[in-house]
């Protein structure tokens, strides 16, 4: 059993961070209200409305000891701000006005007598259905009890494909808002299809939802597509879903994408790019979410980036921000974890990756942690820049045995690509963690290293870099990755004293202070995902 926890306060502020960047992002222009000018829906005001109502305020990341963030395999679910405009209940009888007292039988029928901006509530039950999501602005809710009066969780109430040769729900580039909370997408084609216009920049977002068992082996995207448009999900879970690439959520465009507080589970990808995520938006921003046992490669037998790739596809940048993640036994040939390529960049903060499998090449599994690649040309390298990350025991082949020889298990990094790290803990990466070609650079300062890189390129072992003989967790066996403490390390909200001290305590980088840690903390961060955080060990 798993024991990954992050601080209370640290997970507040990133909630808060994370809504107001995707609203700037999207262009959004909402009071925080949650019904629009006409009285009816107001898509901008559901991230915002569900996070206060449904998120309840800060919290740690593993509350159940399952190795995750505060989401649960089904959603619990808060009565929404907004009244409804449209009842539906599968299970009625009587005529059907869509009304309280007389709702529809099916999701179709209510979307399609549903005005401008309407709100559908959805009572729990199975649909299935195949729907076409209108122009309408609509926001749907599911998960209520008979009688509407309080609503379970996210798999009470099922979207089904009739037919699962089809998308469960399929929206047209004419559709400019959509929202989506508390309900089960699954067994179809894909959970979800957009097909849309960068001019239009539509906005669809998924809160409190569950996407399962969606796709299919040969075409992107299988609980999600997003085709230029932009997406928010948030507190959701993408479980089981498999495509040729990006068997979860497929993104890509000139748009933005916000992922916070969600769970991607063993969704499989049959070709060779992006497990669960599949990423090429303008800006992009994932936080506090868990990415396990994703792979890519299932049909082919390799495969890059297990569980997320980040590329560009066209002329405009690719940036996507990760910080706070948790990363484990996902597969991949090269990348289990992470793979940013193309001349994309991204960033990675506080995230922790353990444990991630590679398939062996010629005996050598490669690059089970992070991997960066790029193009031909010396100007398009990808970019990945790494800041207090805990990076460890990533030696696994495809069956999670030990690999008896290993290759870049802490960072691959090939064609102009450059990484730069710091204050981060590698730790147990097997041989030539550190791995670039000769015309990569990799640069890394105050964290637990190599003292060295193999493959040939560019390599900067900078001030305060040390590979101690034991950095002291607190549990290797349970990936409880806070560090041993005489002072005391955080355990589910309480202080326990060790009887060493980790050496990777207070020695961060000292430019950047000691943030939130708590007292007594030298005035200075310690390394990996906890430091600057209200989870810190203390100092001695």
Known sequence: MTRLRWGWAELGAIAALVVTTAAAACGDSSDGSATGADGGADTDALVGDLDAAAVDGPRPIDPGGDGGPPVTSCPSLAMPAATATVYVDANATGTEAGTLVAPWKTLAKAMASAGSKGILWIAAGTYKENVDVPDKDLVVYGGFAPGFASRTDACATIIEAANAAAPVLAASS???????DGLTVQKGARGLTVDGDNSVQATFTIANA?????????????????????????????????????????CVGDVSVTIESSRFERNIGYSDH???LYLSPTSGTVTRSLFRGNEIGKGVGYGWGGAVIVFKAGAAPVKTDFAYNVFTDNLAGVGGAVFVDDGATITMSHDIVYKNRSYLENGVARGGALYADGLSGPTTGSTLVGDHLTVAFNTLDETGQP????????????????????SSIFWKNGDEALFGDPTTSIAVSYSVAPGACAGGGACTIGAGVFEPPDVAFVDEIANDFHEKSTAGHFSMGTWITDTVTSPAIDMADPATGAGSEPAPNGARANLGAYGRTAEASKSP
């Open 274 to 276: 992006g497990g669960a």
């Open 210 to 250: 569950v996407f399962a068992e969606n796709g299919k082996t040969d075409v992107e995207g299988g609980g999600a597509s997003f085709d230029r448009v932009n997406a928010r999900i948030t507190r959701s879970v993408f479980r089981d879903n498999r495509a040729a690439k990006g068997a979860a959520v497929v």
């Open 174 to 180: 004419t559709v400019k808002r959509f929202g989506l």
């Open 403 to 422: 690999a008896a020889m290993t290759r870049g298990g802490s960072v691959f990094v090939e064609t102009y690509s450059k990484v730069t790290f710091t």
